[in-house]
């Protein structure tokens, strides 16, 4: 019988590393797909990913049931991608110029010209378009995460769609043709 | 609605973020306008491809975790005995700093506080084997302290008797002395006189 998370998350907290591995195990892949939209490149995303279970392994014993060990893993996650980004060396190019470079040679499809363009909305757009999009979350749950107002939000959700969508169509063979 | 609002709710349009009367406003407007038909065909074009291009899959090392983790138990559990040692080393540098122990010959005090200015606590023994006969021990050392002076006195007299028996005895020696070399002297007289009526020559002395 499959046993429920809060039942695993009982036996995490008591010290059961059985339980720490099922629980990597159950949100490993849903939060590398959430990092890889907060991630300046693919390449950060396993690194990303490592680094947000190692804390959530430190910070377990703070956890409290309430039902919400999502909302907490993904601010987590989400802490770690802010890091990351604040440790961004100044001299790594930016995506776009890997963009551009992969598609002179013509290495680039739509899901790379896709991943370079979010890499290239600033920070607080990804995270929305992350938050928004890939989680499924309202914006009034975005807003209580984030501490930020929800038409602000809206906002940069809508900015992110704008920038996106005008991404795309650059990339578009069809359109190019 | 005019297009250009219409345009600027389209993206949450697309994702239902509007409100009632909006969405019926959009729909509305949509039914009658190509170009912003095709600008929200454009967006959900763009949420279609946004789920479509799933982002790379990673897998978690856990051995790197745990060896992390073990790792900074390590670090921390060898800070800690930085700490106690340094705070040992501290607490043990204060208490020689402030600590004054007396060793006496039946008792060991230790005193703490400052010492060129008034004490903070008073003095604390630790240990006192026999408190109660110090009195009596007093008593015994003067009672042997003035038997060895007495001691020495007697023998400082007896010295001094010694010591003039000896001078009576030099000085009798010494008056002796001269009686014998007296009796020498008129002996070689009377041997050197005998010794000229004998032979008529003066005998050559022979006697050292």
């Known amino acids: 019988m499959a046993e429920s998370e809060a039942e695993m998350l009982a036996r995490w907290r008591r010290g059961d590393e059985d339980a720490f591995a099922h629980i990597v195990r159950r949100w490993q892949q849903p939060l590398a797909r959430f990092l890889a939209r907060l991630a300046e490149s693919p390449d950060q995303v396993a690194d990303l990913l490592q680094e947000t279970f190692l804390r959530l392994h430190r910070a377990g014993a703070r956890y409290h049931e309430n039902g919400h060990f999502s909302a907490w893993l993904h601010q987590i996650a989400l802490n770690v991608a802010r890091d990351a980004a604040r440790r961004r060396r100044p001299s790594a190019p930016l995506p776009s110029e890997v963009a551009a470079e992969s598609a002179a040679v013509g290495e680039i499809d739509m899901a790379d010209c896709l991943q370079h363009a979010v890499a290239e909305l600033p920070q607080e ?42 991404k795309l169509e650059e990339f578009d063979p069809e359109r190019e043709s | ?21 909006e969405q019926a406003q959009i729909v509305a407007h949509l039914e009658q306008c190509a170009a912003c038909r095709t600008e929200a065909e454009a967006y959900s074009t763009a949420r279609r491809q946004l789920t479509q291009a799933s982002p790379s899959t990673a897998a978690v090392d856990l051995a790197a975790i745990y060896r992390d983790e073990n790792r900074r138990h390590l670090r921390r559990a060898r800070w800690w005995q930085r700490l106690t ?113 004998q032979f008529g020559a003066t005998r050559k002395e022979s006697i050292p």
């Open chain 1, 125 to 166: 757009l990804r995270e929305v378009l992350a938050l928004r999009h890939d989680r499924g979350m309202s914006f009034e749950e975005i807003s209580r995460m984030l501490g930020v107002p929800a038409s602000t939000l809206k906002s940069r959700f809508t900015a992110a769609l704008k920038r996106l969508r005008l």
């Open chain 2, 1 to 21: 609605m005019k297009c250009q609002e219409i345009v600027e709710l389209l993206p949450l349009h697309v994702y239902g973020d509007v409100t009632g009367d």
């Open chain 2, 85 to 197: 040692w340094a705070a040992v080393a501290v607490a043990a540098a204060v208490l020689l700093s402030r600590c004054e122990i007396d060793v006496r010959e039946q008792s060991l005090s230790v005193r703490w506080g400052g010492f060129n200015t008034e004490r903070v606590h008073d003095s604390v023994v630790i240990v006192q084997p026999r408190p109660a006969s110090e009195p009596a021990a007093a008593d015994q050392v003067r009672i042997l302290q003035e038997l060895v002076h007495a001691l020495a006195a007697m023998i400082a007299t007896q010295d001094r008797d010694r010591q003039g028996e000896l001078n009576t005895f030099r000085g009798e020696l010494a008056r002796l002395q001269k009686k014998i070399e007296a009796i020498y002297a008129e002996t070689r007289h009377d041997v050197s006189a005998l010794y000229a009526a």
